[in-house]
């Protein structure tokens, strides 16, 4: 599917979206129309992982080639589960369906399907813990909110788990803080128990897993990108920058999605770390072991999160490095942020985290040894050490949009803003509503960014679409920041559709092209390769 | 139609059950019957009024006010020390002050001699047309078919618009808590006020109820004060009006005053 | 089951258990004893230990992973203004933020309303009554509760005395009709009227979040006719309430029955806590992503659980492209 | 049990809160107060148990007949006439307002306006009181 | 909304403790008052109201702000005032909710104050002053915050509003009118006794709420980034003008009357106010600076080339606002009472409780003004209608 295939944006949404059909949610059956579902994981990527159930299958198909022992299976993954995990229990037990998360999902602004209400997400899930794990749901079955667990519900369950982007967006507005994507999470680890996954997400795992990035980039082809990434730079700017790469005794490793290797517009960010570092003659080094800060075991089930993850501290630790520095990415910070010194810790091989250039300490960052960028870049602006000329951006009119996790999950909310009101001039916020801890969702994180599931994400993408149409109608925004590799991707199609005629890009591609090199030539377009000044601009 | 008209009216007869003032003699009312009467030695009028007869009430200028004391006692009415305080129903004032707007410049012989510094007895005039009464938003002041201009004490919320719309000063506040400013002997019948309501002389309703003059009425050895019906042509109030020129306070505010004057 | 047959089904189940009640003490049946003295005490044990078991429930799982959910600025470089309430980064921003989320309902006071309109346009309205209507609802069941102490102890503390003289100060009608109990029926109507009339708030409400409004709302109104219509003696009700709180229980004769469904309502109500949504009480103290800090970075946090997994190391990754890594002046580990 | 010390912390408070009635009696069913009622008379205005439950809603009934109808005598449903008064009436057989209306009022902590403007009776022993009553501050 | 009147810079910070201290020292002398009754005030037998009731029927003024901006923007599309609505109604809304709060403190018996619903009577012009200050009150929280939160979103204001608004212009007129009936109704009190007094409200009422308001929007240009523009405040600066002139054109109407006639009833609290009566003269200066003040806010407003310079407007707003205060505030009132109908005379003076409660009624007032008008103006901010056009 692509964007043709959709209708225009006015006719995507209606008035009446919001209105919920007759029929209960409990006897509405599972309908996957196409565009609104993501494909199964290919039997191969499985097998590679060694996960269960691997074979080839489509969700439209009657017979999903479950095992036999399926039920038994997810009953005892949830039994497992609940012993686990306190949140997934307490979330189970106390929701007392206020409704206040109900209009706060993107999916069901821009749906309207019912079942992408959160609390009725966690629902499909809480109703079967309800019948076969409380008393009330025992004795007194549908009364109670209980229901059977059928093979309708496994179906359910795989559409709308998949129909969640995990962004927490409802977690900030729940009175008891229930948190759908550790739901969602719950729900796709018991989907994974029955090999029921998408391939957009496993297929990257499975890469990751063997070469280190999502792309299934050999370090060959690494080093080709990356030097290609310094021919154009010296193209531009006239400055060779150095590319240090698995450097041993390197002062800092640095990590970043791999997505901002080989697509546009996430080389320009590349491109801008290059120069960054290279300005600031820092000793550090990338990895292609460790050539992935995204994780997409995020998307899959705990234990693969931790699968992935490993290469990080591993390679650190066989490189000798200090500390590490990670690029501009959302998920890729959750899992950084909450989950890493927890699972591949303790870092006791580093060291806290200074910066070589200002000396500042970075104290928040004591035990994982891991430093944000634009924590590390908001610092060196704030010390003066960056020649900054603001008016190479000029003709950016820039709007900032807050990844989910950054914001949500680690509340990284000052540092890009800090950067970018020092590197344009024109920067103007969205509406309130839709920024920083209440920002929202580019409708293509968790796995979701795939083109088969177009119509979902556009309609997903709606609330975030809007929000951008309205500073582009109120301010001409013409630029979309963001510090996530996803958003990137994604934000591209949701502009397209939504917004056209703005354009993504990531906070240090801004900061490259007014950052003023040492040595560099008098440029004269920006990293893009586009003129720094407009030509229709020089009649005026 | 005709069935959601019912069922509104149950639900409101369940409300007033609710809500409604006299529910429990209601609900005894259905066991057995209640009666509610005024005592048949009660003393009725149509209307209520008094007749002060100053020529008989010349002893108050040596300090006679039997009166007040008889109705300070009889209703437990405080004297505070403090004039800002003062809670009055009945007491002696100059005739300038009880008659304001009578002027006599050349004042010599009766006017001079007997009444310029003769203190008045005045008190509620329980006017027929009452502005205190007009003014209350809780209907805790009003008047009763018999013409008494009552007060109910436990309605009354002291926002005290009938002070201000009274133009005989006639009303007083409960500023502070009167019970430890009662001088006179308690008496142990009637209840005192609380502080923050508004009180004033009553007629003695509660003794007309029995069968009795008002206490200033009683106590008065002199008989300067007459109390009866005015509508009654044989009461002696209307004899006395009959008999003598009378007048009464601020006739001009058109609020009927119900005490009057015999100069 | 759709939105209308859970309400009724709520609602019947209620009518059914103040019937239930009205049958039992009625003195052709006699079961006095029975509803005054039994069913109580097994409502509160159920009631204590089904909070107890629940929580301990809750303990027994452990906290992997610290996961709390950040709405404002993390703790980073001195320079920038960190949000200790929003994004706590020690025990007082945690014990700030737990008392602004427990005592003032903080996220609630987020709430915003989604409003579509064509031309694919959406808006967010403010929309704070739920908080409101939750604030009251929960303080007025506070106070009356509190208040209630009067009837369950001698001498009855003076915080007690002080809360219901705030409470009844407006002197209206006699006995004085409680502001908080004005104040929840409403409040508990407006919980139970949104449910009804917001269409996708009907949709999503089960019979279990009808039968507690239902059984709340039930046990204010028993308490409000009880006070101020159908009086009962509250001498004898005291006599029993503090019988059941000594041990020494006993059914003092000649209270009305209106005084024996309040309190079977309140039984069942208690009995049904540890066993349904009402456990909110009690969780939201233990949501993880409120309860704790966001100092991932900085504080270690332990899985008890953690586990080794199979990783594809170095060595193997190495070992799967070392030609193409020396090809391309990748530095190696072993030539 | 994980973060064992807040949770039973967190229990023991619970426990404390929820059986407060329970640990604050110590086991005391403190009897309920014996009212004197201060008089040989058999039978109240109205039946017992009715005036145990509704005396209040009767004074203020015969207040409002009194004050606002000027209306105060009461022929109750046993046939005998009552004045309707608080201090006249009701405190001439309840003589003792300590023994009888507070006892039951402070058992139950009820705080009735009522004393505010109506005079209780002298009780034995209060004389001293009632004096103080009158005395000018 | 009301989320961003808990955020702001710290001197609104400190503004906002502030006022909340001024609250609590109110709130504390109100407890004693209501421990030891009225009495603890300077109020008498005689001058039965005082300072509460003066500021009450100063503030039922003052929240006519709402009406002179709403009636030129809504009947005659006046586009100027779109801006500043908000601040005349939220202004409303403080002055109103004062005007409750020292009606409540003025009540002997607070406890009581639901009988005023439970036992309607609409022959006491009080019954309808609660009922059409209630009103407003919640006529202009209901427009001004709908309004407000459909600028916030961007949304067309919903139907039913139209209606309530057009309600809300005659419903302004309303709380002067009543208010001025509370006093012009009673025998015996010569002073208040004129059938212009309604007039006489309605007309210091458009002088000093709109005057209070330039005081604002000039503060707030100084101070924030709202801009009111200076067309808008220039506007008013008009609606004040002729609002004073009619103003002192009715009072001179009133001494006219009275000083012609000669009618002792009436003369007596003239003399009282101007020279003092018996050797009592507490008003005598207090009316001698209202009059210099009232002929100073005059002569600076006449002249437009005064009226519109931005240093002297704020001087001449000043002076109409304390003029007014002192003449509705202070003399209104307590000269009805002074002499009494009895013609005696008694002294008041507003006790150290007294002033407490009424400074923490104020307080309160500039409290909720405070919040509305941070959230009205974040609102703005965010949505770009703060500065100058």
Redesign the interface.
Known sequence: MSLEHLPKPEELVKEDVLTPPESPWMDTPTVFKPGTYSFPTAAKNLKYLGMPNPREWSPTDKDWKLPDNWKEIVLDGIRERLLKYRSFRVFMDICVRCGACADKCHFYIGSGDPKNMPVLRAELLRSVYRKDFTALGKIFGQLAGARELTYDVIKEWFYYFYQCTECRRCSVFCPYGIDTAEITMMGRELLHLLGLGINWAMEPVANCYRTGNHLGIPPHGLIDMWEFMVDDIEDITGVKVGLPVNKKGAEILFVTPSGDYFADPGTYTCMGYLMLFHELGLDYTWSTYASEGGNFGLFTSHEMIKRLNAKIYAEAKRLGVKYIIGGECGHMWRVMHQYMDTMNGPADFLEEPVSPITGTKFENCKTTKMVHITEFTSDLIKHGKLKLDKSRNDKTITTFHDSCNPARAAGILEEPRYILRNVVDNFHEMPENTIREQTFCCAGGAGLGNDENIEMRMRGGFPRGNAVRHVVDKHQVNRLTCMCAIDRATLSALCEYWAPDVTVGGIHELVANAMIMTGEHERTVDLRGEPLIPEEDEDV | MDDARRRFLKIAGLSV???G?????DA?AT?????????PN?LKAKRWAMVVDIKKCLKAKKGCKECVIACNTTH?VPEFDN??????WIWL?SV???F??QESQYAEGYYKDTLQDLPFVVLCNHCDNP?CV???????T?R?A?GIV?M??????????C???????AR??????P?????T??N???????????EKCTFC?ERL?KGLQPACVAACKDKALVFGDVEDPNSEVRELLRKNPSIRR?PQ???HPQVYYIL | MNAWSSLFASLFAVIGLVIIALLGVAPAVGLGTLFGVVIPYVAIAVFVIGIVVRILQWAKAPVPFRIPTTCGQAKSLPWIKADNLESPYNIWGVIGRMFLEVVLFRSLFRNTRAEVADGAVVRYASAKWLWLGGILFHYSLLTIVVRHIRFFVEPIPSFVALLSSADGFFEILVPTIFLTDIAFVLAASYLFFRRVFIPHMRYISLANDYFPLFLILGIGITGILMRNVWKVDLLAVKELAMGLFSFHPTVPPGIGSIFFVHLFLVSVLLAYFPFSKLLHAPGVFLSPTRNMANNNRMVRHINPWNYPVKVHTYEEYENDFREKMKEAGIPVEKE | MYNSGKIIIGIIIFLVLATFPFWFNRGVAQAPPKLEVGTQEKQCVESTPFMKANHMKLLVDWRDYVVRDGKREYTSTTGKKFDMSLQNTCMKCHTQKTKFCDRCHDYVEVAPTCWDCHIAPVEPGQAQQAKALRSSN | MLEKALTGSRSYKVWIVVLLAIVGIGFVNYLRQLDYGLGITGMSRDVSWGLYIGQFTFLVGVAASAVMLVLPYYLHNYKVFGKITILGEFLAVASVTMCLSFIIVDLGKPQRAFNVLLHPTPNSILFWDMVVLNGYLFLNIIIGWTLLGCERRGAPPPKWVKPLIYLSIPWAVSIHTVTAFLYAGLPGRGFWLTAIMAPRFLGSAFASGPSLLILFCLFLRKFTKFDAGWEAISSLAKIVTYAMLVSVFFFLCELFTVYYSQIPEHILHFNYLFQGLHGHSELTPWMWICIVLALVAVGLLINPKWRNNEKILPIACLCVFFSLWIEKGIALVLTGFIPSPLETITRYMPTPTELAITLGIWGLGFLVLSVLYKVALTVKEQTGDSASH
């Open positions: 059950l609710g809500l003032i006299k529910p429990v003699t005894v066991a057995g019957e209640v009666e509610i009467t005024s005592s009660a437990n004039p800002k305080d003062e809670v009055k004032t300038k002050h009880a304001p707007d502005p007009r003014v209350c938003p809780v209907q805790a009003f009763r018999d009552m109910d004490y436990h309605r009354c919320i002291g926002c005290r618009f002070m201000a719309a009274c133009p005989f000063g007083s506040l409960n500023w502070r808590d019970r430890p400013f009662i001088k002997p308690l142990r019948e009637y209840p005192t006020r609380s502080r923050g309501v508004v309703d109820a601020k505010l058109g609020t």
